[in-house]
């Protein structure tokens, strides 16, 4: 999986971070139980003032993805890489009326999120993540 996951981002950035139609962000976490620096590539949602939205959909399924679990449990051990760029990144998780709101753009712009969400009981959760 490791090296399968390294060569799919390669390929998204030299295709100028970019994957079926969406920009992306490359999230790193730290593993919640390993410790390890961990690389996600995420469709990202431009939110303003340099921050962006991703949602932990993990496509619908019942459990929210890894990167989800690591960035809850080591939050001050977030980075984000835009163009090439590596921040730290400040990590909010929207809630209520900002959720509802942030999701329903998010839909708009990429449907395919609206179908996740009708996939799975879960709230999926919307993160607004900001370089520091």
């Known amino acids: ?7 799919m981002i390669r390929v998204h950035k030299r295709s100028g971070d970019r ?3 969406m920009d992306l962000l490359y999230l790193t976490t730290v593993g919640a ?5 961990r690389v996600s590539p995420l469709a990202r949602f431009d939110d303003g003032d340099g921050a962006w939205l991703v949602v ?14 690591n960035l809850r449990a080591h939050p001050d051990r977030v980075w984000i890489e835009v163009g ?7 990590v909010e998780q929207l809630e209520g009326e900002r959720r509802s709101a942030a999701l329903e753009r998010i839909v708009a ?3 395919r999120y609206g179908a996740y969400q009708r996939k799975t009981s879960r709230a999926l959760p919307v993160i607004r993540l900001s370089g520091e």
């Open 56 to 69: 932990a959909s993990n496509a619908g399924a019942r459990r929210n993805p890894s990167w989800y679990h």
């Open 19 to 21: 994957f079926q139609g």
């Open 1 to 7: 999986m490791g090296m399968m996951k390294n060569l």
């Open 33 to 37: 139980k390993s410790g390890q620096e």
């Open 109 to 111: 712009a990429q449907p």
């Open 84 to 90: 090439g760029r590596r921040v730290h990144a400040r």
